[in-house]
């Protein structure tokens, strides 16, 4: 019997990868070592122990960590239990939920400037560079961007569409994205080298698992590359209690979110980044066109390379010249109507010419 068959149920790769961690915690809680999950799932329940202190000092040993780390550990490890027929009574969980300090991430995040993105994103390789524009600027999970296809992205329009399979997504539900221009730009220089690099890698005998995507790297490769950045960049300031990076991807959706949201209103930024609580409702209120004109709103709140202040001139150079090009048009029309107006006059007096000369022509003969 399979003990960890359940895993394969779940189509996020964040799930999985969350239980398999805790998974893998609980089992060195307990042997010391988790090299063989299955292996060690069936030593488990062939032992006869005693799961309420095997749980117990498991969250001993959890002392420290981030209150939604512990939580989310345990509820792996319960659910663990369950698939296994082994239900421990509510009051047990309820009981040690409770002895869990505070509900607050323990690393204080900091939120980075356009200045500090652009001098990270200059340290990024070409396709690291696309990646996390891409995030920055559509709100994204880092794990629905990794599922992405080519095909799930239109460039071809203004603003570009990422649409995200519900496949991908931590609820389940499909939903759109876009991207700014910036990153519409990156990810269109990306994938002028994208094959070539898939076509070097198989040659060297690593052939990416996944190539069809649009992004075929490991996250841990990407990681990786956002993490030498920030160091190459001096951005790599950690927080001194839990010693985790403050500028660590995650905070690109921070970003999207606080940028975003002084421009448009907070409950469109809230559903383009994915929160349940707002999909349904938006998708009720507006079409997909009416949301591609929100994002263009805001776009230029989410533009790294170019300064915020120079595209708002920008737009009011613009919007002047709409104004003086409008005033044109105006007058043109105007005048127009009065040519038409003189023109009509004149063909009507004409034609009253015509008819007097035909009727004196008349009296004559």
């Given at each position: 019997m399979a003990r960890l068959s359940y895993l394969e149920q779940y189509q996020s790769h964040s799930t999985r990868k969350n239980s398999t961690s805790s998974l893998r915690e609980?089992?060195?809680?307990?042997?010391?070592?988790?090299?063989?999950?299955?292996?060690l799932a069936q030593r488990y329940f062939s032992e006869g122990r005693d799961y309420k202190k095997d749980v117990e000092d498991f969250f001993i040993s959890l002392n420290g960590?981030?209150?939604?780390?512990?939580?989310?550990r345990l509820t792996c490890i319960r659910t663990f239990l369950s698939e296994n027929n082994v239900e421990l009574e509510a009051k047990f969980w309820r009981r040690l939920m409770?002895?869990?300090?505070?509900?607050?991430?323990?690393?204080?995040d900091r939120i980075p400037t356009p200045q500090q993105l652009k001098e990270i994103m200059h340290h990024l390789p070409v396709q690291g560079k696309a990646l996390f524009l891409v995030l920055a600027s559509s709100g994204m999970r880092i794990g629905e961007a990794l599922q992405l296809t080519v095909n799930d992205v239109e460039l071809d329009k203004d603003p570009a569409v990422v649409r995200i399979r519900g496949d991908y997504t931590k609820s389940g539900n499909s939903r759109i994205a876009f991207i700014s221009k910036e990153a519409k730009e990156s990810l269109q220089e990306y994938l002028k080298i994208r094959d070539k690099a898939i076509e070097a890698s198989a040659k060297r005998g690593r052939k990416p698992k996944e190539a069809t995507r649009l992004f075929p790297q490991t996250e841990s490769n990407y990681r990786f590359m956002w993490n030498l950045a920030l160091r190459k960049s001096?951005?790599?300031?950690?927080?001194?209690?839990?010693?985790?990076?403050?500028?660590h991807v995650h905070v690109l959706r921070k970003w999207f979110k606080t940028?975003?949201?002084?421009?448009?209103?907070?409950?469109?930024?809230?559903?383009?980044?994915?929160?349940?609580?707002?999909?349904?409702?938006?998708?009720?209120?507006?079409?997909?066109?009416?949301?591609a004109k929100f994002y263009k709103q805001g776009?230029?709140?989410?533009?790294?390379?170019t300064e915020?202040?120079?595209v708002s001139k920008l737009k009011e150079e613009v919007e002047e010249k709409n104004r003086q090009l409008q005033q044109i048009i105006n007058g043109l029309v105007s005048e127009n109507?009065?040519?038409?107006?003189?023109?009509?006059?004149?063909?009507?007096?004409?034609?009253?010419?015509?008819?007097?000369?035909?009727?004196?022509w008349s009296q004559r003969g």
């Open positions: 609980f089992f060195k809680s307990i042997y010391g070592e988790a090299s063989d999950l299955e292996g960590r981030p209150p939604k780390t512990i939580k989310l409770g002895r869990i300090k505070g509900n607050r991430a323990l690393t204080l001096n951005n790599g300031s950690r927080d001194p209690k839990t010693k985790i990076r403050e500028h940028r975003l949201a002084v421009a448009i209103p907070v409950d469109i930024v809230e559903s383009l980044m994915g929160h349940e609580g707002y999909l349904t409702e938006v998708y009720r209120r507006y079409s997909e066109e009416d949301l776009e230029h709140q989410l533009l790294i390379f915020a202040g120079e109507l009065e040519l038409k107006q003189r023109i009509k006059t004149v063909e009507e007096k004409i034609e009253e010419f015509i008819k007097f000369l035909s009727e004196a």
